[in-house]
Nanobody, 127 residues
Framework: QVQLVESGGGSVQAGGSLRLSCAVS????????MGWFRQTPGKEREPVAA??????????ADSVKGRFTISISRAGAKNILDLQMNSLKPEDTAMYYC??????????????????WGQGTQVTVSP
């Protein structure tokens, strides 16, 4: 059973920074695409950033371009997915989820292509 474990959420004032991390529990688990999504009450979960593990190509939502940076690294045999969030805004307040695709073909960063999810970590940005 693959588990994704997030850490690094919290509260910060507008203009501040936070770094989210996601550790994959299973050694040698390889996913074609890993990313971060976020959700606020009453709204659909939306993609924030993603990285295609084979090519290294990245995706960013327009609302976070230039402020957020996604990266993936290895800690032994495990993948670690990070999201560096700078210049945070109150509208970035949400529950953030780490996700990994469960298919080899991910034509777009959409929740339908991601079968593995973390439990979520709250990010709160105050004005």
């Amino acid at each position: 059973q693959v588990q994704l474990v997030e850490s690094g959420g919290g509260s910060v004032q507008a203009g501040g920074s936070l770094r989210l991390s996601c550790a994959v529990s299973q050694d040698t688990f390889n996913s074609s695409c890993m990313g971060w999504f976020r959700q606020t009450p009453g709204k659909e979960r939306e993609p924030v950033a993603a990285v295609y593990t084979g090519s290294g190509s990245t995706y960013y939502a327009d609302s976070v371009k230039g402020r957020f940076t996604i990266s993936i690294s290895r800690a032994g045999a495990k993948n670690i997915l990070d999201l560096q969030m700078n210049s945070l805004k109150p509208e970035d307040t949400a529950m953030y989820y780490c996700a990994a695709s469960d298919t080899d073909y991910v034509p777009e960063v959409d929740i339908s292509h991601f079968g593995y999810w973390g439990q979520g970590t709250q990010v709160t940005v105050s004005p």
